[in-house]
């Protein structure tokens, strides 16, 4: 194993220590994760915008503790953008913004495997730019097809009913994120009470499915629509983004014809998997085009809800 080697991207030079040692359980290397982001970076950047990151950080690989880290540390090079965030507690932390490919490879380089952003950009942090329902499995089931169904039938409540085109991603687990964009115009009380609305209604339309209860006891079986993302400071893994987990699955964006296939399965998506995936984008096929050219008021979305309730 190598002690270190620099490499240069976007024109900026990053020493990346050890980049023989393995990170994953397949024999994934820091140099493997480094290459992933920087190839990854012209689609997942214009998705991260703007937008404070937090770092899930991995020294020894997944095997290992895992370090949750919000602020920049006073090594980092200059040229890694940043963005101050009030805490509640009074202070501020620095927050890096991703946007360039170099910041994704020096992230990477730092064994920050999964970058989480914040739903809100440095420019106006309390208002979201999107909100995010957030499926898992009932209870300890790990089986995806509930999750699967229950995204449809989310899409056709906000596509059909609401006129809200809606996207969807894999968590990099055994869950789905879907995704609707914002105008930026109102508060996360608003467009969490708008996700809950949401919520409320799937449950009440279909009850043995769906449940808003965020007691686990509650549940009995359903798909809990997750809504409590939806806040000031909280964040979501960003997409295309690897996860910490075996096989360094990746939180994929998806086609909703994707999500009908019975055949879809969350882990088919894989850090060393993704980049024919990657190219086809390049090629014109990207599941999220067009993301930010539609972005939604809350005001506007809550009139249309109240009317199906």
Not at 2 to 28: C, Q, S
Request: proline share 7%; net charge neutral; aromatic share 8%.
């Amino acid at each position: 194993m190598r002690d270190g080697e620099n490499i240069e991207i976007d024109g900026r030079e990053i020493r990346l220590t050890n980049p023989d040692k393995v990170l994953f359980d397949n024999g994934i290397t820091k140099r493997e994760l480094v290459q992933y982001y920087v190839t990854a970076a012209p689609v997942m950047l214009p998705l991260m915008r703007d937008r404070p990151v937090v770092m899930m950080r991995y020294p020894d690989g997944i095997s290992g503790p895992r370090i949750v880290q919000k602020n920049t540390p006073e090594y980092f090079p200059g040229w890694i953008s940043r963005t101050e965030v009030p805490k509640k507690d009074g202070g501020q932390v620095s927050h890096v913004i991703c946007d360039s490919a170099g910041t994704l490879a020096y992230l990477a380089a730092q064994a920050c495997i999964e970058p989480h952003v914040f739903l809100s950009a440095a420019g106006g942090l309390d208002c979201p730019q999107e909100v995010v329902f957030d499926l898992d499995p009932p209870g300890s089931s790990e089986s995806f097809d509930p999750v699967r169904r229950a995204a449809l039938v989310l899409r056709d409540v906000l596509q059909s009913e609401l006129g809200m085109t809606a996207f969807v991603k894999t968590t990099g687990g055994h869950g789905l994120h879907v995704h609707l964009p914002l105008d930026g115009h109102a508060g996360f009380d608003g467009a969490r009470q708008f996700a809950r609305g949401v919520g409320d209604l799937l449950a009440a339309r279909h009850e043995d499915t769906f449940t808003t209860s965020q007691r686990i006891r509650g549940r009995e079986g359903r798909i809990y629509v997750d809504v409590m993302r939806n806040a000031f400071a909280q964040t979501v893994v960003a997409p295309y983004g690897v996860r910490g987990r075996p096989g360094a699955p990746v939180a994929t964006p998806l086609t909703w014809s994707e999500v009908e296939d019975t055949s879809l399965v969350p882990d088919r998506f894989t850090l060393r998997d993704e980049s024919a995936r990657l190219t086809e984008i390049s090629a014109g096929k990207d599941p999220w085009a067009g993301f930010w050219r539609r972005r939604y008021g809350v005001a506007d979305a809550e009139r249309k809800l109240a009317g199906l309730r």
